[in-house]
């Protein structure tokens, strides 16, 4: 079993910053992609940036130039530097992994349980 945890949101002002983080744990071999999703009230869900293990990332055009997503490997986690935040990024910001079992090398796509982040003055 494989679990992501989120940590790091809030609230803050229009043109705040906050880090998001989540953390893999469990019987991981290994993850390839990873991303953050976000699903505002009466919306769906949509992808707001993701990385590859190698560290290849893109982004929504909504988050390009504002947002940066990073990984480390090592500590099987994912960050996202949120910049110039705008009340249109109010959201759950849900994390995301594809990764493969340690007991049975299958991939399994897994979620977090998500965190809110407020923009809000």
């Known amino acids: 079993q494989v679990q992501l945890v989120e940590s790091g949101g809030g609230l803050v002002q229009p043109g705040g910053s906050l880090r998001l983080s989540c953390a893999a744990s469990g019987d991981i071999f290994k993850i390839f992609l990873m991303g953050w999703y976000r699903q505002a009230p009466g919306k769906q869900r949509e992808l707001v940036a993701r990385i590859s293990r190698g560290g290849s990332t893109n982004y929504a055009d909504s988050a390009e130039g504002r947002f940066t997503i990073s990984r480390d490997n090592d500590k099987n986690t994912v960050y996202l530097q949120m910049s110039s935040l705008k009340p249109e990024d109010t959201a759950v910001y849900y994390c995301?992994?594809?990764?493969?079992?340690?007991?049975?090398?299958?991939?399994?796509?897994?979620w977090g349980q998500g965190i809110q982040v407020t923009v809000s003055s």
């Open positions: 995301n992994a594809q990764v493969i079992v340690q007991t049975n090398l299958l991939q399994l796509e897994v």
